[in-house]
């Protein structure tokens, strides 16, 4: 691989990746090869949907954001709207592919989806290894979700909605287990609206006094109320989502280390320098260079 390419990332939408022209849901059983955009090979893109795999047979290789993975068979993959995704190395592929949008989720009966860690997705993981009983019941649940969705009975938007519902809490409970920073609880309302708030205005604000204002409360109790629910301050949630894109901006893109910072909201690109080389370790430049010899 030649590595990135300097023109802009493509964002693609479900409509015009679907096979089936949906605009909101899709769910496939895969034997054999299947491709989505095959002029997209080797260039980074964003998808604007989630999109789910569970895998029976598969060595695809694939990178999403600046992490490379390899497919593996009775693993579940997952995706969301913001991750840069690229296509390395593409095999023959067995498994059942789940897509929906944010327009779905926004209907009524599925706004409380939203909120599940599987697709909150705050430690930007992308992949669960399976037990044979998880595999299982994964399996039986998108099978059920197969025969609705091509049926086309009366109320199988409901039933579609029953089954997501059921698949997507059981995949919350795994990615909770699986990942070490995952978080549950009953009162997480502020800590969801704290990071819906930085996904949304990160590119210029940058202090906790910021959100605390955008939220009605002052940052000492913003502050406080953060670092209880997930065990981070306030201002470790801001920065680490300014490294996420910061990375994703430098591993993916030829945009000058400058221009990367005014697009995150720093004046001073010398100062988004020493920012970036105090959180990671090293400098922009070094770690584009570090990061980029990866690629073979």
Not at 80 to 88: A, D, H, N, S, Y
Not at 133 to 147: A, G, I, N, P, S
Not at 153 to 170: A, G, K, Q
């Amino acid at each position: 691989m030649n590595g990135p390419q300097t023109q802009a990332i493509a964002q693609y939408s479900l409509e015009e990746s679907s096979s089936l022209a949906s605009r909101y849901f899709e769910i496939l059983d895969v034997e054999g090869q299947f491709r989505r955009h095959k002029a997209n090979f080797l260039l980074p893109h964003r998808k604007d949907y989630y999109f789910f795999c569970l895998v029976r047979q598969g060595s695809s290789r694939h990178w999403v954001d600046y992490v490379p993975y390899t497919l593996q068979a009775n693993r579940f993959y997952f995706t969301g709207p913001q991750q840069i995704q690229v296509k390395e190395k593409t095999e023959p592929l067995s498994g059942i592919m789940l897509s929906f949008t944010e327009e779905y989720l926004q209907l009524q009966e599925n706004q409380a989806l939203r909120q599940l860690p599987i697709l909150e997705n705050p430690e930007q993981g992308h992949e669960l290894r399976l037990e044979p009983d998880q595999v299982q019941f994964l399996e039986d649940v998108l099978r059920k979700m197969l025969q609705e969705f091509a049926a086309r009975h009366d109320w199988r938007n409901r039933m579609l909605h029953s089954y997501l519902n059921v698949l997507l809490i059981y995949l919350s409970r795994l990615y909770t287990g699986s990942f070490s920073g995952g978080i549950a609880g009953p009162d997480l309302a502020l800590l969801k609206r704290f990071r819906a708030a930085i996904d949304q205005h990160f590119h210029r604000l940058h202090h906790v006094a910021d959100y605390a204002e955008l939220l009605h409360l002052t940052p000492n109790h913003l502050t406080d109320r953060i670092k209880q629910q997930s065990g981070k301050t306030a201002i470790q949630h801001i920065h680490e989502r300014l490294m996420l894109e910061a990375k994703r901006q430098l591993f993916h893109t030829d945009r000058s280390v400058s221009e990367i910072a005014w697009q995150l909201g720093f004046e001073d690109a010398s100062y988004f320098h020493r920012f970036f080389k105090r959180l990671e370790g090293k400098t922009p430049s070094f770690f584009r260079t570090s990061t980029r010899e990866m690629y073979p």
